[in-house]
C-alpha cells in the first residue's frame, strides 16, 4: 500500500450538505433513539445485497461469513460499535453515501424539502435505507462517528471516513481484513444510555424485532453455577422471523398467542385473528388482532390506539392510526407495506391512494371474518358483541361506507328473547316479521328490565309482534345512520304514526261496560290540559294500550325521541320535548279518577295525581328531569290512601 493510498484526506461538505445536516439532527427527527433503527436498516440492507451477489456471483470476499449484525458498547468510555458482514463500501462509495446526500444533488434535495413544506406534505425518497440521510440521524447522539468498510470485492481495499458532523469529514484507506461495515460511535455525555445493553436491546426490541438478519448485542451473561461473574459474549436479540410475512399454514396456534401476548400483553386468548397478504391493489402484509375484552389495556391512554406500521419488517411507526376507521380502534396488529411512499425520516407517511386501498381492504376483511365468526362461534361472537358493539354502532353512525359492510352484525336485544342475554341480528328480526308487517319495530331506554315492562310494548307483546330493545346510549347516535334495512324502515314504537300489520290493527271500539262514558272522559281529558298546561302537546285517548294507565307518545311533526335522546347524551341545550299523553280509557286507575272528578271537581287529589301520572310517564321515557322531585307529592298521595 503506498503512501499517497494512507494518507487521509480532509474534506469539507459542500454548503447546502451543512444545512441539510443541520435539519436531519435537529429537525426531522422527533426520537434520538431513531438512530438505531436507521443505522440498522442500513445494515439489514447491505446484507440483502450481499445476499443476492452470494446467489449470482461466486467472486465474493468472505463468502463463507455469517449474514448478520453485531452491537458492542462500551459504557466506560461511551462507545458504540454497529458491525455487519453486508456488501461493503469502497472509498469512492463511502464518499458518494456519506459525503454527498442524495444522489440528485443536496440542493435539489432541499428544494423538495421546501416545496412539500409549503403543501404541507413529506417527502418521498428513494434514498430511504440506503446510507445517507437515515445515517446523519446518528448525529443526534454522537460526537464523533467512524465508518470503516471493506466492499465484496475482493481486490477492492478498506477505506475509513470519520465526521464530527461539523462540516467536515476525513477519508483515509484502513486496515480492515473482512467484508461488511463498522460504525464506532463516540456517544455525547447527553447520549451515554445508548451505551447500555439493556437500552440498545430495548430499542432493537421496539424498532428492529423483525429484520430478517440475526441482531447480535455483546452483553454478560448472568452467572453460571460456581462463577462469581458471568461469561461476556454475543446473544441475538431480534426475533428475526416476521410472523405475518409467513403463510398462514407455517404459523401454529401456540406461535400466534405467543406474538399476541407478547405484542399487546393481554394474556387472554384474542377473539379473533385476522392474518392476510395481499399484492394488489397494494402490497402489504398484516396481522391483526381483536382482544380478549374491551378494557384490556390496565395502563394504556385511550388515545394510545392505532397499528403498527412496518416498512420491509422496520418499524415505522407506533400507533398508526390511518390504517384503520377511528371506530375499529380496538383492533391491535401490524402491516407491513414496501409501497408506502416515507417521509425523508421514515417517521411519517404520506398521505395517498395507497393507504386508502390497504385500509379499504383491511375494513373489508375484517368485517368478512367478524361475520364468519358470527355464524361459526356465536357464543365468541357474543362476547365479542358485548365488549365491542359500541364500536360498530359508531361507525354506522358517522361512516356511511361502513354500514353495508357492518349492519348485519348488529345484535340487539328484543322482546322475543327469553332474558338480556339473547340477542337478535336485523336479518333475524326481518325473517321473523308477520306477513303484512312492513316496519322493524324498537323501542329506546336505559335498562333492559326497566324498557321490557314499557307501556309501549303492551300491544305489540298482545299481538305477538316483536320489537327490539336498544338500550345503550350508542344506539341513538346509530339512529342517525341507520334508518332502514333491506327496505323496511326502523320505526320508534312511540310513533303515533305507526304502520300496523293489519291483521293486527287495534279494535276501533271499546266494549261499554269496560270504558269510560264519553261525557266523563271528556271531562277528564279536559281536566288533565288544565293541569298539565304547554307541557303537553295534547291528550287524548289511546288506541293501542291495554293495560297502563297512560303513554307519551310524539307528536307527528316533532323532533324524534331518537335525535331528542342524542341532545340529551351530548347535553346540548336540552329540554323535556312536549309530547301528547295518551290516556287508555279501559284502565281500572284512569276510571277511578274519572269517578273521583265526577263526584267532586274540587277534589284535592285530582290534579297531584294527574301530575304524578304524567312525571311517572317521563321517567319510564327516560326523560325526566330529576325524579327525585316527586317524592313530595307521592308521599302527599301515600298519606291520603293510608288514611282509614
Known sequence: MTEEKTEAAQVEFRAEIQQLLN?????????????????????????NRIQ??????????????????????????????????????????????????????AKNFLQAME????????????????????????????????????????????????????????????????????IQIKLKEDAKEFAAPYKLRQVVKTHSDFVAFPIYLKERKPPAEGETEGKIEFTQINQQKALWRQSP????????????????????????????????????????????????????????????????KILIRENFKELLPNYLRFVEGVVDSEDLPLNVSREMVQATPVLDKIKNVLVRRISGDLADLAKDKPDTYRTFWQEFGGFIKEGIAIDADSRGKFTDLLRFQSSKGANAEEWVSLAQYVERMKKDQSEIYYI?????????RSP????????????????????SFMLVGLHEYNGKPLKNVDDAGLNLPEDSKPEETK????????DKFEALVTRFKETLKDRVEDVRESKILTDSPCRLVNPPNAMNTNMQRVQRLLGKDYQVPKKILEINRTSPLIQNLSARLAANPDDALVNPLIEQLFESALVIEGIHPNPADMIPRIQQLMEAAAKL
Not at 439532527?25 to 446484507?47: G, K, P, Q, W
Not at 377473539?271 to 396481522?287: E, G, I, K, N
Open 115 to 182: 416545496e412539500a413544506g409549503k403543501k404541507g406534505q413529506g417527502i418521498t425518497a428513494d434514498i430511504i435505507g440506503q446510507f445517507g440521510v437515515g445515517f446523519y440521524s446518528v448525529f443526534m447522539v454522537a460526537e464523533e462517528v467512524t465508518v470503516t468498510s471493506r466492499s465484496y470485492r475482493r481486490e477492492a481495499e478498506a477505506a475509513v471516513w470519520s465526521s464530527q458532523g461539523q462540516g467536515t469529514y476525513t477519508i483515509a484507506a484502513a486496515d480492515k481484513a473482512e467484508r461488511g461495515t463498522t
Open 456 to 475: 309501549h310494548l303492551e300491544y305489540f307483546k298482545k299481538h305477538d309482534i316483536e320489537v327490539l330493545y336498544l338500550t345503550d346510549p350508542m344506539d
Open 23 to 47: 435539519i436531519l439532527v435537529h429537525s426531522l427527527y422527533t426520537e434520538r433513539e431513531i438512530f438505531l433503527r436507521e443505522l440498522i436498516s442500513n445494515a439489514s440492507d447491505a446484507l
Open 511 to 518: 266494549e261499554a261496560e269496560t270504558a269510560i262514558p264519553a
Open 52 to 105: 443476492f451477489e452470494l446467489l449470482t456471483n461466486r467472486d465474493v470476499l468472505d463468502e463463507q461469513a455469517e449474514l448478520g449484525i453485531w452491537l458492542e458498547a462500551d459504557e466506560a468510555n461511551r462507545t458504540l460499535t454497529i458491525r455487519d458482514t453486508g456488501i461493503g463500501m469502497t472509498r469512492d462509495e463511502l464518499v458518494e453515501n456519506l459525503g454527498t446526500i442524495a444522489r440528485s444533488g
Open 444 to 452: 329506546l331506554g336505559d335498562d333492559y328490565n326497566v324498557i321490557s
Open 249 to 312: 399454514r407455517e404459523v401454529d396456534e401456540e406461535k400466534y398467542e405467543s406474538f399476541y401476548h407478547q405484542f399487546t400483553f393481554d394474556f387472554g386468548k384474542p377473539l379473533l385473528r385476522v392474518h392476510t397478504s395481499a399484492d394488489a391493489p397494494a402490497q402489504f402484509y398484516a396481522l391483526l388482532f381483536i382482544p380478549s375484552k374491551k378494557d384490556y389495556r390496565l395502563f394504556g391512554a385511550k388515545e394510545d390506539h392505532g397499528l403498527k406500521l412496518y416498512s420491509r
